[in-house]
């Protein structure tokens, strides 16, 4: 059952869009051009209109964009890993100006990687762009950085191709609670989510984007991976010393080198509202680095599917459903592995409670709130809205996974039975929400309590 539905996303990604795109005008802006302030002209800061957006945009198009409000998901100070190809996350991926518990304070300056636009050449030389990181965290008294080039290939800018070295933290939990949020609950509250890791290596990328619909990409990455030690205690409400251990990148090593391809695919990956009543996206992660080729420690393939489905199914009430479900072949370390429980996946389970090769998770949010006006018909999620919620996962180990290349090897052991049940309500917006949520089936029957800043995807 777990990974039955992988053939089915890939078949969502590559449904036909030619009717839909039939409808796009001309004065719709091009969704793969959203960016944050620090990538904009100084022109475009200053309020100055630019031949690229003169024309008005028609308020009523019919192709408008989901709003993904939040201190991460909008994207205002940085695009991140929330409005950047999946990719984006196979390099280091942490915010310019962060707080944790491995880097404590980190002030730094960065230039986004994979942005679709183009401002300008690098050194009057058209069509290249560089980017990068420098900064420095005061805990850990360690210098990180990146640096990088990329180019444009084609008259549209629809193809990119870029390389960059590295030696900055990172993390794979960037799915689960957003970077900016989880900073600020870290320093108000010493509630310090992902796991970090030191990533020390370089990559090269292609990329390639449709009009409107999909985005693929292709990286090579070759990295050192480090654990990261708790550097700090201090938060400002919080308890000192109350900063859980910071998970080490496996249990046998606190090092190792990957040598990797990874290949993603996605389907409206900026979520555009595709009719009155409906939406959807999807995507497809694929991570190998079990290659006769490679010198690896861990030799395993890694594949991952998501599928999101919105539906405003009455006025003022919208129905959202994410299902992940993923599958490891080979022996992969622990930080690699699928972890469920708690913020962002199992809200009313411990935090990473079930961790294996195997995983499937269903999110299911149906929230009523106050209708956006005009000819709109969906929640404004800027205003107070009501979430119920039921959240089922689990995450099992395979041994006749470890043995295989074969993602759908042991279908049968993953058992729908298996799944945990948490059920919940919230109210909030998109910017701030409390939740509350309840675990059905495992671990009693006190609920967990979020302050979320982010929505939950």
Request: glycine share 8%; no cysteine; proline share 4%.
């Amino acid at each position: 059952m777990l990974v039955r539905i992988l053939p089915l996303f890939i078949s969502l990604l590559l449904l036909p869009v030619a009717v839909l795109s039939q409808q796009t005008t001309s004065e719709e802006e091009d969704p793969f051009k959203r960016d944050p302030i620090f990538n904009k002209t100084l022109q475009e800061l200053l309020g100055e209109k630019t031949e690229e957006d003169s024309d008005d945009i028609d308020p009523k198009r019919r192709f408008r964009s989901l709003q993904e409000e939040g201190i991460d998901f909008d994207g205002a100070l940085e695009a991140g890993p929330y409005n950047t190809n999946p990719l984006f996350n196979q390099f280091p991926n942490l915010p310019m100006i962060h707080y944790n518990r491995v880097n404590g304070l980190f002030l730094g300056l960065k230039k986004e990687r994979m942005q679709w636009h183009d401002y300008g050449g690098f050194f009057n030389i058209a069509r290249f762009r560089p980017h990068g990181l420098i900064g420095y965290g005061f805990a850990s008294n360690r210098w990180e950085y990146a640096i990088g080039l990329e180019r444009f290939i084609g008259r549209e800018n629809r193809v990119m191709i870029g390389a960059e070295f590295h030696r900055a933290s990172a993390t794979e939990d960037h799915w689960r609670v957003g970077l900016i949020e989880s900073s600020l609950t870290a320093f108000f509250a010493s509630y310090d989510f992902p796991d970090y890791h030191e990533k020390d290596g370089f990559g090269a990328y292609v990329a390639v984007r449709g009009k409107r619909w999909y985005e693929a990409a292709f990286s090579y990455n070759n990295d050192d991976f480090s654990t990261l030690e708790v550097e700090t205690t201090f938060s400002l409400f919080g308890k000192r010393s109350v900063f859980r251990d910071n998970q080490p990148i496996d249990l046998s090593t606190d090092e190792t080198n990957i040598e990797r391809f990874n290949f993603s695919l996605s389907f409206n990956p900026k979520r555009l509202i595709m009719s009155r009543y409906f939406s959807f996206s999807a995507m497809t992660e694929i991570e190998l680095a079990d290659n006769s080729g490679f010198d690896n420690q861990f030799n395993y393939n890694r594949y991952l599917a998501e599928f999101v489905f919105f539906s405003n199914f009455e006025p003022g009430s919208v129905l959202k459903w994410r299902l992940r479900t993923g599958s490891i072949t080979g022996e992969a370390p622990l930080f690699k592995q699928f972890q469920l429980g708690g913020i962002g996946s199992l809200r009313g389970s411990p935090y990473k409670v079930f961790t294996g090769n195997q995983m499937l998770l269903s999110n299911l949010e149906v929230q009523f709130g106050q209708i956006a006006g005009g000819d709109s018909e969906w929640i404004d999620f800027d205003s107070v809205y009501f979430t119920l919620f039921l959240d089922s996962g689990f995450s099992r180990e395979s041994e006749s996974l470890k043995g295989s290349t074969n993602p759908f090897n042991d279908i049968g052991g993953f058992s729908l039975a298996d799944l945990q049940h948490d059920a919940g309500v919230g109210l909030g917006t998109d910017l701030i929400r409390a939740e509350l949520a309840w675990p059905l089936k495992r671990f009693g029957d006190t609920p967990g309590f979020w302050i979320r800043f982010n929505p939950t995807f």
